[in-house]
């Protein structure tokens, strides 16, 4: 699961690096199946050497990322309201209230060309998601 959720925070490159020390886990689970009590010890060891770390931080990257998306999917819901009763985008965000005040630092919005351009980032600025108007989602690694 935190490889999943790599992708969304992080980026492709961590993903990989999380995917490596998945596989590494292989290892430890070995020897917690063991019959023998010493590798069992051995194999919690190397788990909770390679998962402490990894684990709670990609859970509070997740909790991270569900709520800029969700504040994203609003400004895009409001985005598009405006443009349905005024005929055009807002060219700011200055009229949205924001839902969750500390996620506007991670959505950035612009209107190119008569479009609608509304992205964001969670953990790394390398790892963005936007939103291109039609219902189109996209990401970096897409």
Known sequence: MCVCLAYHTLGVHYRLLLHL?????????KL???DKKKPRRSGLAIAAVIGLPVVPYQVYLALQWLG???EVERVVRWAEERRDDHGTYPTD????????RRTA???QYRTPL????VSYHVGNRN???WYIGNGIWKCDGD
Request: aromatic share 12%; glycine share 4%.
């Open 114 to 117: 008569q479009g609608l351009y």
């Open 105 to 107: 630092a991670h959505i």
């Open 93 to 100: 965000l200055s009229e949205y209230r924001y839902s969750r």
């Open 127 to 129: 790892c963005e998601h």
């Open 32 to 34: 917690l199946v063991s």
């Open 21 to 29: 020390l998945l596989w590494i886990n292989v290892i430890p689970t």
């Open 68 to 70: 800029i998306r969700a």
